[in-house]
Structure formats: structure tokens, C-alpha cells
């Protein structure tokens, strides 16, 4: 009967550490792609906007429709750059989540070579064990043949 693997627990512990940390990874992933995207979409409303203050500035503006298509640009400047800061800010964290999970998958990974390496030497004692019995088989099996031949 094989010997049971001791650090079983911990194992397991750190498998599911490993995949928390995993779960985590996906959502800052995700998070990250959110706010990028969204600065996406800033980025292009406002170069649509100016491309549109341009055209009407061909036609010619009022002071007052001039002044209104700067302060709106200047509106989604300050959210492109609370966005940029967003994103910085998910990146960072995004990469926070891939140390964390490097370090769990590391530790997993010592574990899990105990692990294999106490089920190699649990085969190995089991294989010598049957070796052993074959053996003692054969030589009863010879003494027989031996004794019965006499």
C-alpha cells in the first residue's frame, strides 16, 4: 500500500491559491481592456469633435460657439487624461496580478515536484516489492520442481 503524500494539504492549498490568483489575473486583464478601450473612445470622439470645430470654423463661428466648442474640448481633454491616469492605474495593477500569480504558480510548482518525486519513489518501492515476490515465487516454484524431481 503506498504512503500517503504528507504535504497533500498544502498542495491543494497552494493549487487553489494558484487559482485565485489566476481568477484575479483575468478580471485586472479585463479591467485593463475596459479602461484602454474607453480611452479608445475618448480619444476618437475628440478628434472627431475637433474635426468638426475645424469644419465649422471654416464656415465661420460665433464667439460664443467658438468659445463652447473649446470649453467641450477642453472637457474631454480632462477626461482623456483621467482616463490615461485610469489606465496607468490598471496596468499597474495588472502587473501586480501577474507577480502574484508567478510567485503562487512557483510555490505550486515546488509542491507539486515533492509531490511527483514521492509518487516515483512510492512506484519504485512498490515495483521492488512485486520484483521481491516474483523472485521468492520462482525460487518456491524451482524448490518444488527440485524436491518433486527427486
Known sequence: MPEKF???PLLDLMQERTDEATRQLGQLIAAEQNAKGRLQLLS????E?????????AQGLTLQSWQNYQEF???IDEAI???DNIV????QKT????QRWQEQHTRLKAIDTLSVRHWKAQDKKANKLEQKQLDEFSIRSYQRVKDSGQ
Open 73 to 75: 474640448l477642453a472637457r
Open 6 to 8: 504528507t504535504l497533500q
Open 95 to 98: 502587473a501586480e496580478g501577474q
Open 81 to 83: 487624461t483621467q482616463q
Open 44 to 47: 476618437q470622439y475628440r478628434e
Open 49 to 57: 469633435y475637433a474635426q468638426r470645430f475645424r469644419e465649422a470654423q
Open 88 to 91: 496607468a492605474a490598471s496596468e
